[in-house]
């Protein structure tokens, strides 16, 4: 309804005008109260000024013209005192009607604030149940990956055994039942510091500070030490195989004159007690695992040793890191292959995927970067495959 200025001219029945006045009510009001119902009655003008006692636009007085066509009530015998009576029953009335419009605010307020705790329960068991959860899965988690360690260690155990069975020294499978072959590993088998990378290093430096030396001298190093581990592994009861004599004419020529291949001996397990000429080797299972790895480490650095004289000869330009290449017989394994290039680290990557070499030989960059291989180590495991594919 557009609103009314100051300048409109309100038609009003005087009588009832009249009435409103000696109740108390200002003329503006009065007026705009029988101008807004319609001058139908004096109670429904009370209700009006009643509903918009607050607003203050209606306190101006308007222009008021009185409309004869207008009927005024029957005239009846009202005196002050009831026109009074009448104004506080109305106002009274209106007032009731207020409180109740209030009590029923109040009450919606109650039912916004229930309804809103009602939701922040049902979220707060919403957020609980997700915690337990994601509690279970990672429980559930926890255990899978407890169920993947010791799959990944009776592999391993089974490997090793395999790989002593091909050095032909003593498995568990010889003196007891082969039930026992994948049991898990014993705690200080498995704290016992490994020396494949002092070996490696130890062949790497014999092969760099003697680079001068002819290259048929230096196959021979490795080929004796070579038939010393091998014969040491294979017959670790013959005593004259476990006593190496330091003065002797071949072993001094081939071996005794580098300080390296000295040693390597001695990682392997040999010692020279006080001012013996002797080297001897202890008969225990630490010694036989020593003796494993450096026959492979041997075995690895004397075929690397003849690859990078091939690619020599033939005018090529050989990267550091390929020396480490080996050659991949039918029974090397993941393990040793990776162990030969210094990645051994990678190796439960590859057991869990149950990657053997057939597999291994096969494999893509993708597939290395799909068991979270990085780069560079993807390169060195590509190459190395590659120059015996």
């Not at 029957?74 to 419009?101: C, I, V, W, Y």
């Not at 290039?341 to 869990?352: A, C, N, R």
């Not at 068991?371 to 190459?383: A, D, E, T, V």
Request: aromatic share 4%; proline share 3%.
């Amino acid at each position: 309804m557009p609103a009314e200025t100051e300048s409109d001219v309100l038609e009003v029945n005087r009588g009832l005008l009249k009435e409103l006045e000696d109740m108390g009510f200002s003329m503006a009001r009065a007026a705009w109260g029988l101008h807004h119902s319609g001058n139908s009655s004096l109670e429904a003008a009370v209700n009006w000024i009643v509903d918009h006692e607050n607003d203050s636009q209606f306190d101006k007085t308007p222009v008021v013209e009185f409309n004869i066509e207008i009927e005024s009530p029957s005239p009846g015998d009202d005196t002050a005192e009831t026109a009074q009576a009448r104004a506080n029953e109305l106002k009274e009335r209106a007032r009731k009607l207020r409180e109740e419009e209030t009590k029923r605010e109040r009450e919606r307020e109650k039912e916004r604030i229930r309804a809103g705790k009602e939701m922040m329960e049902t979220r707060r068991i919403a957020e609980e149940n997700e915690r337990k959860r994601n509690i279970a899965l990672r429980k559930a988690e926890k255990e899978e990956e407890k169920k993947a360690r010791e799959k990944v260690m009776m592999k391993v155990n089974a490997d090793k055994a395999e790989r002593k069975s091909r050095l032909g020294l003593p498995t568990v499978a010889e003196s007891t039942s082969t039930s026992t072959l994948v049991a898990p590993l014993d705690t200080k088998k498995m704290l016992m510091p490994s020396k494949s990378k002092e070996m490696r290093e130890c062949l790497r430096s014999l092969r760099r500070n003697h680079k001068e030396e002819d290259p048929r001298t230096m196959r021979r190093v490795f080929e004796t030490l070579l038939m010393i581990v091998r014969n040491a592994a294979k017959t670790p009861d013959e005593e004259k195989y476990r006593r190496i004599r330091v003065t002797n004419r071949l072993f001094q020529e081939r071996v005794g004159r580098f300080k390296e291949g000295l040693e390597f001996m001695e990682l392997c397990g040999f010692k020279r007690e006080g001012g013996s000429e002797f080297l001897s080797l202890a008969n225990d299972e630490g010694d036989m695992s020593r003796l494993r790895d450096a026959a492979f480490q041997l075995q690895s650095a004397s075929s690397s040793e003849q690859s990078c004289q091939e690619e020599t000869t033939a005018g090529k330009m050989i990267p550091h890191f390929l020396q480490t290449i080996v050659l991949l017989s039918a029974g090397t394994s993941v393990d040793s292959f990776l162990e030969s290039l210094g990645l051994e680290k990678y190796s439960t990557s590859f057991q869990v995927e149950e990657v053997d070499m057939d597999a291994l030989m096969h494999m893509t960059d993708d597939d290395l970067k799909a068991l979270l291989i990085p780069m560079g180590p993807r390169k060195k495991i590509l190459l190395a495959l590659g120059s015996k594919r």
